[in-house]
């Protein structure tokens, strides 16, 4: 009996996902296993939305953003009923083994179905960059390469109208999409959630920047950063922070929240190839048997950890990027 693996993609789109997707399928082939797509994640699989793939169904897609086994979050698969129904598809379409491309949520959901005799094995994909056990997931070099087009359009007009512009990127509670970008855009301030901030020392710094005839200012600000009104509802934290600073310094502002373009796009060389070379080696590892695994690039290097310790683990931002910043904004 041929072996088959599934895959799945989970938790919110990352460009890349493709070429993950384009190399399990021809590593599976390689190592004679058949490969099945899984579609829409965890809903689609206890749903049973599978089926088998070929090599010439994963052409043309290494340079497309988004995933074409679709993804979806699945409310039912959070409970036991719901993951005994998935466990169940699996066996039905004699399919043992999994990789899971998502992110953390999609890695706690790929636990419970190793704990249930799947051989399961876990690649970082998600644009925020907060998984922990890898440098890197894919995505997030493509997401920071978007936002820094984007910055840099902005900022033509902000030097045009002599204005302090905020722009708003995703994260959810990371801030490394503001941090790496910010700081690749030379932006003169970055709020991220891992460090809090003081908005009177931004009007500060903006007074003392326009003393020297700075005529305009980019602030970069990640999603997660603390509210003005301390509330964690969807209020934007930029719409807010502008509006203050538009109050107590009195130069014009302008908003832009970029929201889910940064989720799309063709990916990245860097992106295609940590997708490539992360798909394979869990392949690989399924190939072998040894699941409960998450996949990782560490120093360049694959390196795979049990998935119970990765998800253990917290994800650290570099915080020598924030120090570099910090030197390179003073005024
Ligand atoms: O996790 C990826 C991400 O893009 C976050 O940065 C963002 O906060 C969230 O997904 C948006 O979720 P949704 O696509 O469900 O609106």
Redesign the pocket.
Same mark, same amino acid.
Request: charged share 30%; proline share 0%; aromatic share 0%.
């Given at each position: 009996m041929v072996r088959r693996v599934g895959i799945l993609t989970s !938790? @919110?789109d990352a460009p890349g996902m493709n070429a993950a997707i384009r190399t399990a399928v021809r590593t599976a082939l390689h190592y004679n296993l058949e490969p099945w797509a899984i579609y829409r994640g965890y809903h689609g699989l206890i749903h049973g939305e599978l089926e088998p793939m070929g090599s010439r169904d994963v052409s043309g897609i290494i340079q497309r953003g988004g995933t074409v086994l679709k993804s979806a979050r699945s409310e039912e698969f959070m409970t036991p009923e719901g993951r005994d129904r998935a466990v169940d598809m699996l066996r039905q379409h004699d399919i043992d083994s999994l990789v899971v491309i998502g @992110?953390d949520g999609s890695f706690r959901g790929a636990l419970s179905l190793q704990e249930q005799g799947v051989n399961v094995v876990c690649i970082p994909a998600?644009?925020?960059n907060d998984i922990p056990c890898t440098d890197y997931s894919i995505g997030f070099d493509t997401a920071v390469n978007t936002v820094m087009d984007a910055v840099n359009k902005i900022r033509d007009t902000a030097s045009s109208h002599d204005r302090v512009y905020l722009v708003e990127v995703? !994260? #959810?509670h990371s801030g490394y999409i503001a941090l790496y970008s910010g700081l690749a855009c030379g932006a003169d301030v970055i709020l991220i959630p891992e460090v809090p901030y003081n908005l009177d020392d931004v009007c500060e710094k903006l007074r003392q920047a326009a003393k020297l005839d700075k005529t305009y200012n980019i602030i970069v600000v990640a999603?997660g950063v603390r509210r003005l009104d301390d509330s964690d509802g969807s209020a934007s934290p930029a719409m807010q922070i502008g509006r203050y600073i538009a109050n107590q310094v009195g130069l014009e502002t302008r908003i832009t929240i970029l929201g889910?373009i940064? #989720?799309g796009g063709d990916p990245t060389v860097r992106d295609r190839l940590l997708a490539s070379r992360l798909a394979y080696h869990a392949v690989e590892l399924v190939a072998r048997g040894r699941g409960g695994k998450m996949l990782g690039e560490v120093n360049q290097q694959i390196t795979s950890f049990d998935l119970a310790y990765a998800l253990a683990q917290e994800k650290q931002l570099n915080m020598d990027y924030y120090r570099l910043y910090n030197i390179l904004s003073s005024i």
């Open positions: !938790g @919110g @992110g998600t644009i925020d995703m !994260g #959810r999603e889910h940064q #989720r």
